[in-house]
């Protein structure tokens, strides 16, 4: 199973955001370039992230973003479920007859099962154990030059 790349980049928002001492902000602009992914899909996490009340948004001179949970309530599997529109790893998922064989073939219960599995091993995570080695992050993060001073 792939996850989106706005799911990917929604992990790498609160991994970066995770990664930063005490309260410091960072600019959606700090994230993209540290990643060197696109400024306009990470204002479009932004504004996801922030409606599912992950971070804060704080405009000014002194603004940016910041996490608005701590890390250990993060859930990984909580968010994979959120931002995932569509968890059917093949079409007869969906519900609709989109096979000859389905409905006799195994195949979507063996599938069902793996998926909730893979569900399961996320839930037993959050943000804090992704940064669990915050200080190494910070410090990639510092060697490209990207991290907030």
């Given at each position: 199973?792939?996850?989106?790349?706005?799911?990917?980049?929604?992990?790498?928002?609160?991994?970066?955001?995770?990664?930063?001492?005490?309260?410091?902000?960072?600019?959606?602009?700090?994230?993209?370039?540290?990643?060197?992914?696109?400024?306009h899909h990470l204002v479009r996490?932004?504004?996801?992230?922030?409606?599912?009340?992950?971070?804060?948004?704080?405009?000014?001179?002194?603004?940016?973003?910041?996490?608005?949970?701590?890390?250990?309530?993060?859930?990984?599997?909580?968010?994979?479920?959120?931002?995932?529109?569509?968890?059917?790893?093949?079409?007869?998922f969906s519900g609709e007859q989109m096979c000859a064989i389905q409905g006799a073939c195994g195949l979507q219960g063996m599938l069902a099962a793996a998926l909730h599995a893979y569900l399961q091993v996320l839930d037993r995570y959050t943000l804090a154990d992704v940064i669990r080695n915050r200080s190494a992050i910070a410090k990639l993060f510092a060697d490209a030059s990207e991290w907030p001073s």
């Open positions: 199973m792939n996850l989106t790349l706005f799911t990917d980049y929604s992990l790498r928002t609160l991994i970066y955001l995770g990664s930063l001492e005490g309260q410091q902000k960072a600019s959606v602009e700090q994230i993209a370039k540290a990643y060197g992914i696109s400024h996490v932004g504004q996801r992230l922030a409606k599912l009340g992950l971070i804060k948004t704080l405009r000014g001179r002194n603004g940016g973003i910041e996490l608005a949970k701590e890390p250990a309530d993060i859930s990984i599997g909580w968010l994979v479920r959120e931002l995932e529109d569509n968890m059917n790893l093949v079409d007869c």
